[in-house]
């Protein structure tokens, strides 16, 4: 697996199937999609940016890369996906086999370039929306919060203020005598134009009879957007005022009710603000959320307190009366920010649902980032909202008005991405008829965008027959390309290109591309020396690759091994199953929200059978003889994690909840969303340093401490011996300095991981027996439960029914050599 990390180092992508199946039936067989994990703007520290355009090819508007064939003589490029023959442009002039342009140099597949002249003339805009139906302690801890967020603001950053409870107040902060507002109905959608009226923007000139109302260039002056949005330096004591003074929302609650909150309505109205003032312009809106919207077009739930908020169960039933209205209208707010280029971050802090199930549709498709807390005092949101305005080392490198776009070669096709984007619906040859989450299109909208943004691209393979072998040596390789255009923190627009070789198993008696993955092994070690690889090089070491399979190869003809034997020992070389377990579990948590009826657990289970028996090695009907390749050898155990996980199990989990866990797994990268499928379990004691442990129940000892990394969660767990001896305050006498240590020292670990995660995990601290155990019991694999027989001294048990990691395999066995 080391080699993939490798690749995702240089080019930010990992692949389930690093060597492809050649052909459309070959490809289903494999049953885990052809797809890539990708990061559009992963941090490289030895990134080049280039300050000049990109060359683009005149017919698939593709950008020169190194994998071009290049005529130095007649200043020529051909283009690998089209093969288009294109003329270099004069400055090109000089280039030779010995002067290369930066984009051709092979280590240089992923590349940045910065036009000078293209830098955006607005500042960052954040619009800030609070919820004011919260009780006062709640209230303090929210105003503390934003006041340092606050101080945190870029100077230059242009800050709006807009609060609701039953009603909306629009906050007119260049009004510097006396505080001003602008109060709208709650229970009423306000259009754009009813907005701008009533906000008095043609007081003093007159509305444009034609077009679209969009900003200073078109039919706004600069002083009337200033009253609404201005610079943070300008506006910090206004703001600071407006926060001190703000009073939880007087609106009397009968005791038999909810608050009244029009959530939905103020969203609504700070997008139409933002898009007349600044349109395009990245700008932000960060509703801060502390109970469920109860008035107005996206209610959740109604007043009364007798009826409960919906769950799971409503959901499958479709007996909830307000979700699908709520969900149209955040469907049609999420076109909207899109059109605008606007993103929406939610931070969610309530004991009770807030409904980010409903709003999930328009912080995902704009890009935002959400996080979800009991209360606004908890040190997630607060850790969590200064992480947002960090601006050292472990920023998040927010970014802005991003586009994507693919090119392919032509014998495959984009199905969709399922990940924070939206399509622009650029239809056209590269679009697949079969749709998975945004696709018909080459082309999609990442309106916010950060260094961690990370999407799932899923491919088909389109040619249908098996070429012939001696004639697919020269067509056997794919080629992708990824196309980031984005506005950097920076302001300046940048468009970064990673383009990407692989190759397929062409068919029975082909050899050629079994070696793709020592090949692409000897491209990155070359690469890495700072050498310049030379074309002929690159044919020399794959020569001498391929002399090496034939050997291989030679000797499996000898035992009778044939050439579908060949095909699935390609396969196997090229499989990346962290890559395909994440994959799947983006497919799964998809298709459980749009497909109704749907059984999770059979469709996985169905899946993993299926891969075993195409992939094991075994003899019909003989269980004890089922092994799978080490390249394989993990999948069912992240599988087997899946099946138990919050994604997939949404028994105990609110909707509300369930949604926030599949929107954090849809933008998180390979290593992070491992860890939420399958936790990572570190051991102290005594007898050893730190090591890792197997996730069971096994792990836990009397004198060993644990720690478990869930990603939403990180836990220490002190076993009954160690407990009792902190308990005893040990560890403050001097005598006791290594008892000392070894309690700080998964302390320590603990803090380096939330100081470098967003959201930032909730900490919990517990004992063995305590009530705080169930967060680490819930993620063992029950290996022992209160039906075993023979229980370890000083460990533990699980009260659960569900099966052990070991009862799994042994029926996946059984089946599999079926």
């Not at 027959?465 to 302001?491: M, W």
Request: charged share 20%.
């Amino acid at each position: 697996m080391a080699e993939f990390m490798d690749l995702e180092a240089q080019d930010g992508v990992r692949m389930a199937w690093n060597v492809v199946p050649g052909t459309k039936q070959e490809g289903s067989n494999c049953v885990v999609p052809i797809s890539a994990i990708y990061t559009p703007i992963k941090h490289f520290p030895n990134l080049p940016v280039l300050p000049y355009a990109p060359l683009r090819c005149r017919t698939c508007r593709s950008i020169l890369n190194p994998f071009s064939i290049v005529d130095f003589a007649a200043k020529i490029w051909i283009c690998p996906f089209c093969f288009q023959r294109n003329h270099f442009p004069p400055h090109y002039a000089s280039i030779s086999d010995d002067n290369l342009p930066a984009e051709l140099f092979p280590q240089y597949t992923t590349i940045e370039y910065e036009s000078p002249g293209e830098k955006s003339s607005l500042p960052p805009v954040f619009m800030f929306l609070v919820d004011t139906c919260i009780i006062e302690e709640e209230m303090s801890y929210l105003k503390s919060a934003l006041s340092q967020a606050i101080d945190l603001l870029p100077d230059n950053s242009l800050v709006g203020l807009i609060t609701f409870g039953t009603l909306v107040h629009v906050h007119e902060l260049g009004f510097g005598q006396i505080p001003k507002t602008y109060v709208f109905k709650g229970s009423k959608d306000i259009s754009k134009d009813q907005l701008l009226d009533q906000l008095n923007f043609f007081l003093n000139k007159p509305k444009p009879t034609t077009g679209v109302i969009a900003g200073a260039r078109d039919g706004l002056s600069s002083d009337t957007i200033a009253r609404f949005l201005l610079p943070a330096s300008d506006c910090e004591f206004a703001l600071n005022s407006v926060l001190e003074e703000l009073q939880k929302d007087p609106w009397p609650i009968p005791p038999d009710q909810r608050a009244t909150r029009c959530t939905g309505t103020a969203l609504s109205i700070a997008a139409n603000l933002l898009g007349a003032c600044v349109p395009g312009s990245g700008a932000r809106i960060m509703a801060f959320v502390g109970g469920p919207s109860t008035d107005g077009p996206a209610a959740i739930v109604s007043k009364n307190l007798s009826e409960p908020i919906r769950s799971h169960k409503d959901l499958d039933k479709d007996s909830a009366p307000h979700y699908h209205k709520a969900v149209k209208f955040y469907d049609a707010l999420s076109k909207q920010l899109v059109h605008q280029g606007h993103v929406l971050d939610l931070f969610a802090c309530a004991l009770d649902q807030v409904g980010v199930a409903e709003l999930k549709v328009a912080v995902e498709k704009s890009g935002g980032l959400v996080v979800l807390t009991e209360s606004f005092g908890h040190s997630v949101f607060k850790d969590s909202l200064r992480r947002v305005f960090h601006s050292e080392d472990l920023d998040l490198g927010l970014c802005s008005n991003g586009i994507f776009e693919i090119n392919c070669s032509k014998d495959i096709k984009v199905q969709g991405i399922i990940g924070p984007c939206a399509s622009l619906e650029k239809k056209g040859p590269l679009c697949s008829d079969t749709v998975v989450g945004q696709g018909n299109t080459s082309a999609w909208k990442m309106c916010g965008l950060d260094k961690a943004t990370t999407l799932c691209l899923i491919f088909e393979i389109v040619k249908k027959d098996i070429p012939d072998a001696t004639i697919q040596s020269t067509s056997n390789q794919f080629y992708f390309q990824f196309l980031t255009y984005y506005q950097h923190n920076s302001g300046q627009m940048r468009l970064r290109v990673t383009t990407l070789s692989r190759r397929w198993v062409a068919g029975p008696g082909s050899i050629q591309a079994s070696s793709a993955v020592l090949l692409y092994e000897v491209i990155y070690n070359i690469s890495r020396k700072g050498k310049k690889v030379e074309r002929k090089d690159l044919e020399m070491d794959h020569y001498n690759s391929y002399k090496m399979r034939m050997l291989v190869l030679h000797e499996r003809c000898e035992y009778g091994c044939d050439s579908e034997v060949q095909i699935l020992s390609d396969l196997i070389a090229g499989f990346d199953q962290e890559a395909a377990a994440v994959v799947m579990a983006r497919l799964v948590s998809f298709k459980m929200e749009i497909e109704a009826e749907f059984d999770p657990i059979r469709w996985l289970d169905k899946a993993l059978i299926h891969i075993c028996s195409r992939f094991g090695d075994y003899q019909k009907d003989s269980p004890s003889s089922f092994s799978l390749s080490p390249r394989f050898s993990i999948f069912p155990q992240f599988i087997f994690h899946l099946r138990r996980s919050q994604f997939v199990q949404v028994f105990n989990n609110s909707p509300d909840e369930t949604a926030y866990f599949r929107m954090i797994l849809n933008r998180e990268n390979v290593t992070n969303s491992v860890v939420m499928i399958q936790p990572s379990l570190i051991s102290y004691s005594f007898h050893s340093g730190p090591e890792p442990a197997l996730l069971d129940v096994a792990a836990i000892a009397a004198d060993r401490i644990l720690l478990l990394d869930s990603y939403f969660t990180v836990v220490i767990f002190h076993g009954a011996t160690i407990a009792q001896w902190r308990k005893a305050g040990y560890h403050n006498q001097p005598e006791h300095q290594a008892f000392a240590q070894l309690l700080q020292a998964p302390r320590d670990d603990a803090d380096a991981i939330m100081k470098e995660r967003f959201p930032v995990p909730r900490l919990v601290i517990c004992d063995q027996h305590g009530s705080q155990a169930r967060f680490l019991l819930a993620k063992l694999n029950p290996s022992a439960t209160y039906n075993s027989d023979a229980r370890i001294p000083g460990g533990d048990i699980i009260f659960t029914d569900d099966v052990s990691f070991e009862v799994f395999l042994d029926h996946l066995q059984r089946l599999a050599v079926q």
